[in-house]
């Protein structure tokens, strides 16, 4: 190629791909010390065992509404989930993904005021697995999470919780690099 063409296509090279509105994640469940920081995390590997499976599709195509479809493998059989957005990154302790965001943020935390603490301002879903231990759950609302501040999504221990209270956190999944 000549100098020229090459020095005039050299600003197309260097411009950044639009992000795909449709992402997909697919990763297994490890341990929070494991030596290269998971994509995925169980805190419960008695709910969440380690190398089990999850896929998060975040659906942001049409504009002004998200639609997140979760599947998982390997889970604690006949298990309910509850599943929300946090706004924390997953991290060696289960409260690092921080509060559930919220579309219009609650300004006392934590959010327990039903005005903001609901499934139209919150993207909650519940996963149901069955006696394999597989399951699937999909939540839509109608906003877009803010850039960077919709970092994980978490499982919740649920029912029935065993040795888990039913909101501890057993799992957590990192949305953002």
Known sequence: MPAPLAAALLPLALIAPAASPVSVLDAHFDPATAFVP?????????LVPYGSHVR???????????????????????????VHLHTGACGAEPASSGPHYQDVVDPVQPSTDPAYAN??????????????????????VGWQPRPGEARSLVLHAGTPAGR???GDRVACVRLEK
């Open 38 to 46: 998971p994509a995925a995390i169980s805190y419960a590997d008695d």
């Open 164 to 166: 888990h209270a039913a």
């Open 56 to 82: 998060v599709v975040t659906d942001r195509s049409t504009p002004g509404r998200t639609v997140l479809t979760l599947t998982a493998a390997g889970l604690a059989p006949d298990h309910e989930f509850p």
């Open 119 to 140: 499934d139209r301002n919150e993207l909650r879903l519940v996963l149901r697995t069955d006696e394999r231990g597989r399951g699937a759950a999909k939540a839509a």
